[in-house]
């Protein structure tokens, strides 16, 4: 089946998966954007324990998906992994660190004995949630702002600064987008929260972030669209692969991909509806609009990245040196046997609907955090 394919059409297919994958994945931060709300939603230890297990219980489906995120970016496009994690290692050695700090947290704060004590532990959930999307924000910036790397003739990457990747904090579109994906995971992490705890309290807490962190979100994510719709983009000759700037590369991509537009539109409508319903109507069910607008909105944007002839990892050092989905990919094989791997995803995302399902069957209240409640206690 996949055998039939061309390159070009399995190159397209796998960035589609990982459009997928991206786009789940920001979702998911959630979680993170969560954690930064502990002190805020919670003023007891009983009320932090209980956004904190809330949180505990899904931060699992966060890390997975990296991992598949990272894993699937080095087998079907290894020449980007090859460039950013051994330019930019100083940014990306930031990133898992504090992905590092998250598990650990999880793991250790209510182990009895434990050295550092729970509020060290909480504070490394702090540190996850702020640092680590705000980096992660900042660095996928840099697949339309450009990064400054040379790329020899020999696929041999040099990158072209002393700071290896921390220079990626002083482009202002690039901080723009760390922010704007900041104060969404706040948005999504306080309206999960909502949904999630049945504690009169909390939820009245979370609707008010949602409201303020959605105000401070809009700020920062018109900025971001409105210089990504201005700006000039990096694109390349199909048949010669020659790069070259292309005014209003990413408005044009918009225009000639139709569905790259409607999807971000219906994305932005509803993470909105969401902010709307959980203010205006008082409704906890704000997650289940604003959920899949976040996922249809980064899957637009990943869009605009990878296809109608982009670069999707473009250098500012050296045009030339710039990656697409064409000169970046694996081989027809590797490509082609990984495509049968990726048919048990429905599998996979049918297992995570239904633990998702089990997990949530019953929302957290005080008497879930007694010893004996049916649950785990982070």
């Known amino acids: 089946m996949f055998e039939a394919l061309t390159h070009l059409q399995l190159q397209q297919y796998w960035w589609l998966i990982m459009s997928v994958v991206a786009s789940g994945l920001v979702f998911l931060l959630f979680v993170q954007g969560g954690q930064t709300l502990i002190g805020t939603l919670g003023k007891t230890d009983g009320e932090r324990t209980m956004v904190i297990n809330s949180l505990g219980r899904k931060w699992e489906f ?43 947290a999880f793991e250790f704060r209510r182990k009895k004995g434990n050295l550092l004590g729970q509020k060290t532990y909480e504070a490394f959930l702090y540190i996850n949630g702020f640092l680590g999307v705000f980096i992660l924000g900042a660095a996928v910036a840099t697949f339309y702002t450009g990064s400054a790397f040379y790329r020899s003739e020999y696929n041999l990457s040099y990158w072209q600064t002393t700071s290896y990747g921390l220079e990626i904090l002083l482009s202002p579109h690039n901080v723009s987008l760390g922010l704007a994906i900041l104060f969404l995971a706040r948005v999504l992490g306080a309206q999960y929260l909502l949904n999630n705890i049945n504690v009169a309290v909390i939820r009245q807490r979370a609707r008010r972030q949602v409201v303020v962190n959605a105000g401070i979100f809009l700020v920062f994510f018109l900025y971001f669209v409105t210089r990504l719709l201005l700006m000039d983009g990096y694109a390349y000759d199909p048949v010669t692969l020659q790069v070259f700037m292309e005014p209003h590369k990413y408005l044009n991509n918009f225009l000639q991909m139709p569905v790259s537009l409607v999807f971000f539109l219906a994305g932005v409508v509803l993470v909105l509806y969401g902010i709307f319903v959980t203010w205006i109507r008082h409704s906890i069910r704000g997650i289940w609009y604003s959920g899949p607008g976040t996922f249809l909105t980064v899957l637009a944007l990943f869009f605009i990245l990878g296809y109608n002839n982009t670069c999707f990892y473009p250098s500012s050092h050296d045009l030339q ?3 697409t989905i064409q000169n970046a990919s694996s081989s027809h094989y590797t490509l082609t046997a990984m495509s049968y791997i990726s048919l048990f995803v429905p599998v996979v995302l049918g297992y995570i609907f239904y633990a998702w399902r089990s997990i949530d069957r019953r929302k957290i209240d005080e008497d879930d955090m007694k010893e004996g409640g049916g649950h785990h206690v982070y």
Do not use: D, E, H, N
């Not at 966060?62 to 940014?91: D, E, H, K, R």
């Open 321 to 323: 040196s710039s990656l």
């Open 62 to 104: 966060t890390f997975t998906t990296l991992v598949v995120f990272a894993a699937g970016m080095f087998a079907s496009f290894p020449l980007f992994y090859a460039t950013s994690f051994g330019g930019a290692y100083y940014a990306w050695k930031i990133f898992l660190v504090c992905f590092v700090l998250q598990s650990v």
